[in-house]
T-cell receptor, first 115, second 112 residues
Framework: DTGVSQDPRHKITKRGQNVTFRCDPISEHNRLYWYRQTLGQGPEFLTYFQNEAQLEKSRLLSDRFSAERPKGSFSTLEIQRTEQGDSAMYLC???FGQGDNSPLHFGNGTRLTVT | DQQVKQNSPSLSVQEGRISILNCDYTNSMFDYFLWYKKYPAEGPTFLISISSIKDKNEDGRFTVFLNKSAKHLSLHIVPSQPGDSAVYFCAANYGGYQKVTFGIGTKLQVIP
């Protein structure tokens, strides 16, 4: 169990640029989640995959955001035409289970700063 | 609309004493509650959970109490240790649904 890995740890970009983040979940975990955390707030749900299927997307996930999980392994989160309001910590989590309340295992996040 | 509320942004406790972190929720559909701990520059780490069919769950120094009628839960840490200093998030979900809702966190400082 090597834990959930996220890359990069930090990303600074200029407004209007596209960015992509990667998440490698714990290998046997079939569920993968993306959360976003801004200063002074708790993590907010963005989207959730079971295997390769994206089963839910939050209203927070605007058209500029897209997430994929090809082959049900790693996942990518892309933000197009970044805005300053996108600055946040993007957290990936994974879990294993079928319709139960398996706890989420979080990575250390990717901190995005949009200038 | 904060469905999970942590009204104390911070808490300071002396080493060896009890730490009590509180959480209130508004969504009656929540049936599973969790506490996560977060150190700086790290992601949240699962600590303890409780199902709505129980009113108490204990794991070592950590105990979570659930009062469904009051829509309130609390995390007790006894005895508190300096390594417990972190931000604690209360979280909830329902029906095995995978969207977990988090509170804004309480920063605990345990003073040696």
């Amino acid at each position: 169990d090597t834990g959930v890995s996220q890359d990069p740890r930090h990303k600074i970009t200029k407004r209007g640029q596209n960015v992509t983040f990667r998440c490698d979940p714990i290998s046997e975990h079939n569920r993968l989640y993306w959360y976003r955390q801004t200063l002074g707030q708790g993590p907010e749900f963005l989207t959730y995959f079971q295997n390769e299927a994206q089963l839910e997307k939050s209203r927070l996930l605007s058209d500029r955001f897209s997430a994929e999980r090809p082959k049900g392994s790693f996942s990518t989160l892309e933000i197009q035409r970044t805005e300053q309001g996108d600055s946040a910590m993007y957290l990936c989590a994974s879990s294993f289970g079928q319709g139960d309340n398996s706890p989420l295992h979080f990575g250390n996040g990717t901190r995005l700063t949009v200038t | 609309d904060q469905q999970v509320k942590q009204n104390s942004p911070s808490l300071s406790v002396q080493e060896g004493r009890i730490s009590i972190l509180n959480c209130d929720y508004t969504n009656s559909m929540f049936d599973y509650f969790l506490w996560y701990k977060k150190y700086p520059a790290e992601g949240p780490t699962f600590l303890i959970s409780i199902s709505s069919i129980k009113d108490k769950n204990e794991d070592g120094r950590f105990t979570v109490f659930l009062n469904k009628s009051a829509k309130h839960l609390s995390l007790h840490i006894v005895p508190s240790q300096p390594g417990d200093s972190a931000v604690y998030f209360c979280a909830a979900n329902y029906g095995g649904y995978q969207k977990v809702t988090f509170g804004i966190g309480t920063k605990l400082q345990v003073i040696p």
